[in-house]
């Protein structure tokens, strides 16, 4: 067999059925290439990896895939980058599984960047959105590029956030790039693709299949340098995150939150087992503080701090001195709820107000 490049090598091995990340790995080591993979005799090869999967190799891929491949990367926004590529995510490279082979979209001078995960419930209360929406913004600005896995509730608010700071986000998806799942978030996995990044580790046409979406947390977590988990259940799949993110090393935070709520267990058990209490975003600064290429000062903000400072003040008006809710600061100034609910966020963390169970706010200056 003849190959036209070295990607189209390296997309011939990644795309040979049954041949996984690791056996690709130990083929590398043993003979230095892709094309020397797919070269090699077959009994050398079956040194290495089964006598089926060395005859799988010898026969190569179906070449339509590959094509449709090459198609696909016509588009320049459209990559694939290998073990090989100096773009290739530095973090991706110390965890026990790296990705041999990432389809991507988007921009790539992101890929170095240092990132934060922020992960959580699919079922998230406003409260968490807001939380989730906002402390990802802030990290942005401070600059941390947001990842996470573009499902509904905290990892879609988490995107939204990030893209507004100034590092954007990456998403990492379960399907093929070809693909957006969930539906609901064809929006946002175009507006990713355009101000931030998708990655997948799954050729082109795979199918959202469940099992694809906790193999992919591995790489949320291992492209970064610590996980903040926002809202999460005892068994919400956020907690196998935050578990690989101890294994890779990385720093693994937690938002508290209401003793009554179920979405604040998990969180609540990791902050048991370790993990940092999150309660504004200094505190994962803070934690993250020996990477130098963060900013630790809080919030650099897009806007100016008068712009900011007028509308919070607008709202310290319409909240008074007595205790209020979201609703009806809404009522009182004609604001969204999500537009009060990352105004309270700001007060919060600046020290002007406090909150209080049940979803109530109290003024403090």
């Not at 399907?175 to 990655?199: F, M, R, S, W």
């Amino acid at each position: 067999m003849k190959y036209a490049s070295d990607i189209e090598s390296w997309l011939s091995l990644n795309l040979i059925d049954g041949l996984g990340g690791e056996s690709i790995r130990r083929l590398l080591i043993a003979f230095g290439n892709p094309a020397a993979i797919l070269s090699a005799h077959i009994t050398a090869l079956e040194r290495i990896v089964k006598k089926t999967t060395a005859h799988r190799i010898r026969q190569g891929p179906d070449r339509d895939n590959i094509i449709n491949v090459l198609k696909w990367l016509e588009d320049p926004v459209n990559a694939v980058i290998t073990l090989a590529d100096s773009d290739y995510p530095a973090q991706l490279l110390n965890i026990a599984d790296p990705p041999p082979l990432l389809y991507f979209k988007g921009r790539r001078e992101l890929l170095r960047q240092p990132a934060l995960a922020v992960v959580g419930s699919r079922n998230a209360t406003p409260q968490g959105l807001s939380n989730a929406e906002a402390f990802s913004e802030a990290a942005s600005n401070a600059g941390l590029c947001i990842i996470s896995g573009m499902a509904l509730g905290i990892d879609t608010a988490a995107h939204h956030g990030g893209l507004r700071g100034a590092a954007a986000s990456i998403a990492i998806v379960g399907t093929g790039l070809d693909i957006v799942y969930p539906a609901k978030n064809h929006p946002l996995a175009h507006k990713l693709a355009k101000e931030g990044a998708l990655i997948s580790e799954f050729p082109l046409g795979t199918p959202a299949i469940g099992r694809n979406f906790p193999r992919r947390n591995r790489i949320i977590s291992g492209m970064t340098q610590g996980c903040l988990v926002v809202e999460a259940a005892l068994q919400s799949g956020s907690l196998i995150t935050a578990r690989q993110a101890l294994e890779q090393g990385r720093e693994v935070m937690a938002i508290p939150g209401s003793i009554h709520s179920p979405l604040s267990k998990g969180c609540h058990a990791l902050i048991k087992q370790g993990a940092k209490l999150v309660e504004n975003t200094q505190d994962i600064l803070d934690e993250l503080s020996h990477l130098a290429l963060i900013d630790t000062t809080p919030d650099r903000r897009k806007e100016s701090p008068t712009e900011q400072s007028t509308e919070n003040s607008l709202l310290l008006n319409y909240l008074g001195y007595d205790t209020v809710n979201i609703d009806t600061l809404c009522s009182r100034s004609g604001l969204t709820a999500e537009v009060v609910s990352a105004m309270l966020l700001t007060l919060e963390l600046d020290g002007q107000i406090s909150s209080l169970p049940g979803g109530w706010y109290q003024r403090i200056d």
